[in-house]
C-alpha cells in the first residue's frame, strides 16, 4: 500500500522553471523504483524521469531524451517526497504530470505499477 498525492503544476511562460512534489505515504519493499510520467490530450503517456528506490542501485535516476539535461528528479532526506524540477520549459511540456511507484524499473520503463497520483497540470505558453 502506497499512496501519491502531486502538487506543483501550473501555467508558465516558455523558459521558464517549475517544481512538482509527489508526497508518498505507505511505503512498502515491493518498490523498487518511482518516477514521473506526462499525458498531453490525444497523447499516450510518456515516462520521463525514474529513480531507483529498492536494495540495488537505490537513488539511481534515468531520464527520457525528451528532457534530459532539463528536468531533474529528485528525493528529500527522509524519502517521503519525490520532486521534479523543470527548468526551459518548452510549449510541448505542455501535459498532465503523473507520479508512480513501480515494482520494477530498466532505466526510464516502469514496470508493475503499484501506484498512481492524480496527477498535476503543467501549461506553457509561447
Known amino acids: 500500500q502506497v499512496q501519491l498525492v502531486e502538487s506543483g503544476g501550473g501555467s508558465v511562460q516558455a523558459g521558464g522553471s517549475l517544481r512538482l512534489s509527489c508526497a508518498a505515504s505507505?511505503?512498502?519493499?515491493?518498490?523498487?523504483?518511482m518516477g514521473w510520467s506526462r499525458q498531453a490530450p490525444g497523447k499516450e503517456r510518456e515516462v520521463v524521469a525514474t529513480?531507483?528506490?529498492?536494495?540495488?542501485?537505490?537513488?539511481?535516476?534515468y531520464y527520457a531524451d525528451s528532457v534530459k539535461g532539463r528536468f531533474t528528479l529528485y528525493r528529500d532526506s527522509a524519502n517521503k517526497t519525490l520532486y521534479l524540477h523543470m527548468n526551459s520549459l518548452k510549449s510541448e511540456d505542455t501535459a498532465m504530470y503523473y507520479c508512480?511507484?513501480?515494482?520494477?524499473?530498466?532505466?526510464?520503463?516502469?514496470?508493475?505499477?503499484?501506484?498512481w497520483g492524480q496527477g498535476t497540470q503543467v501549461t506553457v505558453s509561447s
Open positions: 508512480a511507484a513501480a515494482q520494477y524499473c530498466s532505466g526510464i520503463v516502469m514496470a508493475n505499477y503499484e501506484s
Open positions: 529513480i531507483y528506490t529498492g536494495p540495488t542501485a537505490t537513488g539511481r535516476t
Open positions: 505507505g511505503y512498502t519493499n515491493s518498490i523498487s523504483c
